[in-house]
């Protein structure tokens, strides 16, 4: 029943814009953390930046400065305004939230989204 439902991957040219946008809706008692992931072929997933819940925000290095999380309380809604791409930042970009998730009838305390393709040409 939860989702989180990831918007605003594509297709752009180097130094070009994209901003992502998940939303969680369903069974969803609280979230604290929120944060996006991403995964280019044949690397490990990482973190590019996430957000707490009081609105303390981190960065790995190689997007400090280019790359703006922010999150909507309200509409458990995070975004991640992303500038200045590079071909590097090529990847599939996945959401994650913490907290308290309802799965069928059981509590888990993460959950991730599909995931959305974002790709930078050169």
């Known amino acids: 029943q939860v989702q989180l439902v990831e918007s605003g991957g594509g297709l752009v040219q180097t130094g070009g814009s994209l901003r992502l946008s998940c939303a969680a809706s369903?069974?969803?008692?609280?979230?604290?953390?929120m944060g996006w992931y991403r995964q280019a072929p044949g690397k490990q997933r990482e973190l590019v930046a996430d957000?707490?819940?009081?609105?303390?925000?981190r960065y790995i290095a190689f997007v400090k400065g280019r790359f703006t999380i922010s999150r909507d309380n309200a509409k458990n809604t995070v975004y991640l305004q992303m500038n200045s791409l590079k071909p590097e930042d090529t990847a599939v970009y996945y959401c994650?939230?913490?907290?308290?998730?309802?799965?069928?009838?059981?509590?888990?305390?993460?959950?991730w989204g599909q995931g959305t393709q974002v790709t930078v040409s050169s």
């Open positions: 994650k939230a913490d907290g308290r998730f309802r799965v069928g009838m059981e509590w888990v305390s993460s959950y």
């Open positions: 957000i707490t819940s009081g609105g303390n925000t």
């Open positions: 369903g069974s969803i008692f609280s979230i604290n953390a």
